[in-house]
């Protein structure tokens, strides 16, 4: 299940849900079991696959492509320029770039006929619970991961 919180903005003076996500995150190896579990290959290959995945993510986004995984979504870089900009186009240089971030679309798809798009990493099954502000799972000894709020 899902969590939420109550969240006041000033800027509406209004409550609205929020989002929470609480607990350890999930880590490559339990990922890499889960996909073991439902498929034929073993967990070892699996998690060395995912462990080189963003190294190769990387390699082609530094060519400048956009990179496009079916079932998942498309990654490309975006940056960010210092300052306000200069005056004229041929002013513009790669010394104004200040930060560069990862953007990730997941992918959607349409149903038939029908004006809405469903994402592929949104369940069909989600349950939204009020969070009550406990933690179930902790960190364990050698994470220093603690839980997350947004």
Do not use: C
């Not at 971030?101 to 349409?110: C, L, N, S, Y």
């Not at 798009?117 to 009550?132: G, V």
């Amino acid at each position: 299940m899902a969590f939420f919180k109550r969240f006041f903005k000033k800027m509406s003076n209004k409550w609205y849900p929020q989002s929470v996500t609480v607990g350890k995150p999930v880590m490559t190896k339990e990922v890499a079991d889960r996909l073991a579990q439902i498929s034929t290959v073993s967990r070892s290959d699996v998690y060395a696959v995912l462990m080189d995945l963003a190294g190769v993510l990387a390699d082609y986004m530094a060519q400048g492509r956009s990179v496009k995984i079916d079932g998942l979504g498309t990654f490309y870089y975006t940056l960010t320029a210092a300052g306000q900009g200069v005056e004229t186009a041929d002013k513009v240089s790669a010394s104004q770039i200040t930060g560069v971030r990862v953007h990730f679309i997941p992918e959607a798809t349409r149903m038939g006929g029908s004006k809405s798009m469903n994402r592929t990493l949104i369940s069909d099954n989600i349950f939204w619970m009020e969070w009550n502000g406990k933690v179930e799972e902790t960190p364990g000894p050698d994470e220093g991961d603690h839980p997350v709020i947004e």
